[in-house]
């Protein structure tokens, strides 16, 4: 069955230093999520992308956050500058329609110190 | 701004014992979805319900959706350990391209 893969599994960064996560999305999906879920909470929106730019975007995804689908297949989040409440597990998802099954990876933990 | 909200946040059952989950939106939504999250896991698609009034079953879960297209609600019968999990609801607003997800019911069953 396609999944959705996210990398890495856990990132440990110091507070201020700039953090990639990457997301491998189904193959023939159109519409790209980023979430976040801070540890016991809930799922919070950060931003959707479709057609090669960002088409939602949540008051939480500031200056500092950043989406790229650099090559076709990996769909990426940087954040360019992190602070200690950036802390959080990352979700990428992706679905086939708008609106359809969101497919989520398995999540990226962030802990910034 | 938009919100849905989702009660109660934590449940407790007996193995066999029934659990409902009720989400409400601020607003009118276009569609709404369910996800189940196993602890330590990421969400994973139950359902969808987009017509006002529609009631969908999965086995033991039944699906409602509010005639007015505001509210909703998940029913399990006979809770299983199985189900233990946290369970969402995800509401999609008219011309938006985002779910916005309820606060989630946690639920453990005990055996």
């Known amino acids: 069955e396609p999944e959705v893969t996210q990398t890495p599994s856990h990132q440990v960064t110091q507070m201020g230093q700039e953090v990639i996560l990457r997301c491998v999305p189904i193959?023939?999906?159109?519409?790209f999520y980023w979430y976040r879920q801070i540890l016991g909470q809930k799922v919070e929106f950060l931003v959707s992308?479709?057609?090669?730019?960002?088409?939602?975007k949540s008051e939480i995804f500031d200056d500092q956050f950043s989406v790229e689908r650099p090559d076709g297949s990996n769909f990426t989040l940087k954040i360019r500058s992190t602070k200690l409440e950036d802390s959080a597990m990352y979700f990428c998802?992706?679905?086939?329609?708008?609106?359809?099954?969101?497919?989520f990876g398995e999540g990226s933990r962030l802990t910034v110190l | 701004g938009q919100q849905v909200m989702q009660i109660p946040q934590y449940q407790h059952v007996q193995e066999g014992e029934d659990f409902t989950t009720y989400c409400n939106s601020s607003t009118t939504l276009s569609n709404i979805q369910w996800y189940k999250q196993r602890p330590g896991g990421h969400p994973v698609f139950l359902i969808q319900?987009?017509?006002?009034?529609e009631v969908k079953k999965q086995k033991r879960l039944t699906f409602q959706f509010g005639e007015a297209k505001k509210n909703s609600s998940l029913h399990i019968t006979a809770t299983q350990t199985t189900d233990v999990g946290t369970y969402f609801c995800a509401g999609l607003v008219y011309n938006f391209n985002k779910f916005y997800f309820g606060s989630g019911t946690k639920l453990n069953v005990k055996p």
């Open positions: 193959s023939n999906h159109l519409y």
């Open positions: 992308f479709y057609n090669n730019e960002i088409s939602e």
């Open positions: 319900l987009v017509k006002s009034g």
């Open positions: 998802a992706s679905s086939g329609d708008r609106p359809g099954e969101l497919f």
